[in-house]
């Protein structure tokens, strides 16, 4: 009797093994049904989803002007001190001092992507890019200014 | 370290092995010191404290729109459901009212998570107990799955998708039918799982009459969510304390009293298809509207004490506030659902062989960083 179960027990695992590698062979002969991708060789063709969260970005136009009041909101909306927001003191064509953007300190190395400095921009001046290779041999090289050497305020926005 | 009286070996033949803090079979930072007779485990004891990162004293820092995000590093694999409590904790204090539309999206993407989830426990429980090939079949539909939440909120596992009276963005137009054909993908699919670990004999022998938690001791040790449920406990806070909705759903609460790591198994795979039940439910019926309702720039909640429990993936997460009335908790604390099922590993480990130690760790699906938060 013992014998009997024994036996029995090897031939029904035996049996099951061969149904789940007869599942395996099936995707094996299968080969237009294959998901996977094979990232970094399929590059040219990636792309991401529109609302990615990979980093955060400040669109500047093609007269190199940006949207950036420099509130601070982004700043202090941040959980995690990634953003970091030098203002000057700029006089207008007027003669009138107004508050600009000096630098735009970004820490890419800090930040977490939850996107809450984006919800937070009153003029969406920031908006967060699809990049996500970030990789990097030195941690300063994580340390961004966005906006761009020698870009003002876009006319108009307050 | 100092070692107690009790590290000293005493009988001939036992001795003392560290499983972990980097054991691949403990899927994060967790030690578990094992006391051995051979193969048979005397003893085992579980030190904390590798990944902990004081999220609750970071959240007292923090404004109430703010302190939701580092939930998600929680328990990373349900962490829209962790978002949900700390933003339902806040609703319940100021008495808002969610529109609709958000309810419903909240609970489809909820659940979405918790197919993922239990999807990811599939593929690492059958990968701890040697079979490798599962865990590709799995991955196909959370793959699916991750890609809706990328679609739609932003990110893959944190996604922060969860503001206080509502959700942070409406859904994309093609939301609905991307669901509904993951759903498909998944439901067609579904009995590979089956075929290829579920009826295996292997398998089934390792994990049957092993760990065995009794009803008494899950009551005990406070073990909640599909550990507990497998010991013939009933405690699925969808249904007992409903919350965002989920009382005018249909879904049964699904409950094994077999109490071993099959019975586990088991009751883990049948709510993933209560899951889709929940979600085919809602998908059809998403309601026009606001997707968020008003509340103040600075959120501040009144003078008291708050609690709000959820269930996740893996059991009861109650997230605990004292508000001193100003714009960032006094005190917050979590009762996370993994710190209460770790308590009853050392208890129901005991005798087994250091092989069935893995299968318990497999079936009651520990996420380390939930432990020390």
Known sequence: ?158 | MILGEEDYITEEGEFVVNMGPQHPSTHGVLRLKVWLDGETIKKVEPHLGYIHRSIEKMSESLSYRQYGYLTSRMDYLSAHINNLACALVVEKALQVEVPARAQAIRIVIGELTRIGSHLLWFASAGLDLGGVTPFFYAFREREAINSIMDENCGARLTQNFMVPGGIVYDVRPDFQSRVKEVLKQFKDNFHEYNEILTGNVIFQNRLKDVGILTKEDAIAFGCTGPTARASGLSCDIRKMYPYDGYEKLQFDEVISTGCDSWARYEVRMAEMLQSVRIIEQLIDNIPEGDIVAKTKNVIKLPKGEFYQRVETARGELGVYIVSDGGASPYRCKYRSPNFANLSAIPHIARGYKIGDLIAIMATIDLIIPDIDR
Request: net charge positive; with cysteine; proline share 3%.
């Open chain 1, 1 to 158: 009797m013992f014998i009997k179960e024994y036996f029995g027990t090897i031939f029904k695992s035996i049996k099951s093994l061969l149904t789940g590698m007869k599942l395996t062979g099936y995707y094996f002969t299968h080969l237009n049904k294959i998901v996977t991708e094979e990232y970094p060789d399929n590059r040219a063709t990636l792309k991401m989803a529109e609302r990615f969260r990979g980093e955060v970005i400040m669109p500047h136009d093609e007269k190199n002007e940006h949207q950036c009041t420099g509130c601070q909101s982004c700043e202090l909306s941040c959980p995690n001190g990634s953003i970091k927001i030098i203002t000057k003191q700029e006089i207008q064509a007027d003669g009138k001092k107004k508050k600009r953007i000096d630098t735009w300190v970004y820490h890419l190395d800090m930040c977490t992507m939850c996107g809450m400095c984006v919800e937070a921009c009153p003029t969406t001046a920031i908006l967060m890019g699809n990049e996500f290779e970030h990789s990097q041999y030195e941690k300063k090289y994580l340390k961004k200014v966005l906006n761009k050497p020698g870009s003002r305020l876009k006319d108009g926005v307050e």
